[in-house]
């Protein structure tokens, strides 16, 4: 069976450290790969999309960045986060050959920047 | 663009109270439309969804009607219980874009 792992689960950073959190999916191939945060008040938000390795696709301009060096696994990173980079981010996947829009979500990390 | 609007929470209910939460959504096209709930600690899983105008999608006790003509999916339970105390977030999927989420309302159901 399929299953997402994201960790860590918590983080607390300082403004203007880096960032790298990491998503992985077991038990599929050639995954659809999604970045997702929710932030208070803002609901949940696409950051990022992957169809295939290398391929990134941005939905909102920030300062973060998503990476895909490998089929199932996809990092989220900033090179010097901002308070408003708290919130809680969520990696989802989807397979080929199921509808796109059937997600399956991780269990979340929960970034606090300080 | 594609873009979901549901109401503000939180709501909160007492067991057994009957929940609407309401969602609207703009789109181009036909679009499929979902709601997906999120316990807490964890991330979304879905909850229900209906690809075409005048279905119902149902699960769990709560049920959600695509409206073409009000363009509205809006939930329903008319029993809650505590263990339905989550975040519900409305979603919508058009074309081969990502899926688009509404903001997201949490619901407190108090025994």
């Known amino acids: 069976s399929q299953t997402i792992h994201q960790w860590p689960a918590t983080l607390v950073q300082p403004v203007g450290s880096p960032l790298s959190l990491e998503c992985t999916v077991e038990?599929?191939?050639?995954?659809?790969l999604y970045w997702y945060r929710q932030a208070a008040g803002r609901g949940l938000q696409l950051l990022f999309y992957s169809v295939g390795i290398g391929q990134i696709s941005s939905e909102v301009p920030q300062n973060l960045s998503a990476s895909r060096p490998q089929d199932r696994q996809f990092i989220l990173s900033s090179k010097k986060l901002l308070l408003s980079d708290s919130g809680f981010y969520l990696c989802a996947w989807t397979g080929q050959g199921l509808p796109n829009e059937k997600l399956f979500f991780g269990s979340g990390t929960q970034l606090s920047v300080l | 663009g594609n873009s979901v609007t549901q109401m503000e929470g939180p709501v909160t209910l007492s067991e057994e109270a009957f929940l609407t939460i309401n969602c609207t959504y703009t789109?181009?096209?036909?679009?499929?439309l979902f709601w997906y709930v999120q316990y807490p600690g964890e991330g979304l899983q879905l909850l229900l969804k209906a690809t075409k105008a005048d279905d119902k999608g149902s699960n769990k006790g709560f049920e959600a009607t695509y409206r073409k003509e009000t363009t509205s999916f809006h939930l329903e339970k008319g029993s809650v219980q505590v263990s339905d105390s989550a975040v519900y977030f409305c979603a919508l999927y058009s074309g081969n874009t990502p899926l688009v989420f509404g903001k997201g309302t949490r619901l407190s159901v108090i025994a």
């Open positions: 789109a181009t096209g036909y679009p499929s």
């Open positions: 038990g599929t191939s050639n995954p659809n």
